[in-house]
């Protein structure tokens, strides 16, 4: 068997956040990248793994990213080595932070167990892709080990929920009765947009793919904040 190293390049991650910082996530998101393709190209490292995102929206973490996937694929044509990109749609799971950058889950977990109202960027039903970062890990180590494509691919169940969808299923587990309050879409994000991954390239490449069940994997999650708030508690 082929021996290879993988390699993930740094990155700076938030969405409106990045625009009051655009220096640094340039600095981040693209010339580390660039920093460490040449790196590899140079050295002979068989397999880079870059971490991607879908380029949807006009914010600094979406350009700066895309800008990088792009890169990896001039990179691409330099070497032997072989730059690999998959697209990370909405990752949940326990131990996410809470802060600074505002992801959807830990967020919605907060304030449902406090029993206020969930805060909604928009009407709510723009539609996402929610995956179990257990998923991403297990997908992403096969993809880079098992792969052989140069191209970047979607990483998601292809399966997509309501953002107002997903604040009741967390209203409901913590049994808040408060409901949800919509604020004005964040800068930078489109309002009602559907990011659903399109799987099928993936499963050509390396398989048919396999998820962990939403309600699930969704309750181990808020269940695992619950166990954290009651730890700072005491």
């Known amino acids: 068997m082929e021996r290879t190293a993988s390699i993930i390049s740094p990155a700076s991650s938030g969405t409106s956040e990045l625009d009051e910082d655009i220096l640094t996530a340039i600095e981040a998101n693209i010339i580390g990248a660039v920093n460490v393709f040449a790196a590899c190209v140079e050295n002979g490292v068989p397999t880079v ?7 949807v929206w006009l914010n600094t973490y979406t350009i700066t990213k895309h800008a990088a996937e792009q890169f990896a ?25 809470t802060g600074p950058v505002r992801k959807i889950i830990p967020s919605f977990a907060l304030q449902a167990m406090r029993h206020e109202p969930i805060e909604v960027y928009g009407s709510g039903e723009q539609i996402v892709d929610m995956i179990l970062a257990e998923d991403i890990g297990r997908i992403t180590v096969n993809f880079a080990t098992k792969g052989r494509s140069r191209s970047a691919f979607d990483l998601g169940r ?31 994000e489109t309002p009602e947009t559907t990011l659903i991954a399109d799987i099928a390239p993936l499963e050509q490449e390396i398989g048919a793919l396999t998820f962990a069940d939403w309600e699930t994997s969704l309750g181990s999650t808020l269940q695992w904040y619950a166990d954290r708030a009651l730890v700072q508690a005491a």
Do not use: W
């Open 73 to 97: 694929e001039l990179y691409n044509t330099l070497g032997n080595t072989r730059i690999c990109s998959l697209r990370y749609f909405n990752a949940y799971g326990p131990y996410q932070a």
């Open 49 to 55: 793994f870059h971490a991607s995102k879908p380029n």
């Open 158 to 188: 292809g399966i997509g929920l309501t953002v107002n969808s997903i604040a009741r299923d967390v209203n409901s587990y913590f049994g808040s009765k408060a409901g949800v309050r919509h604020l004005p879409m964040r800068r930078g």
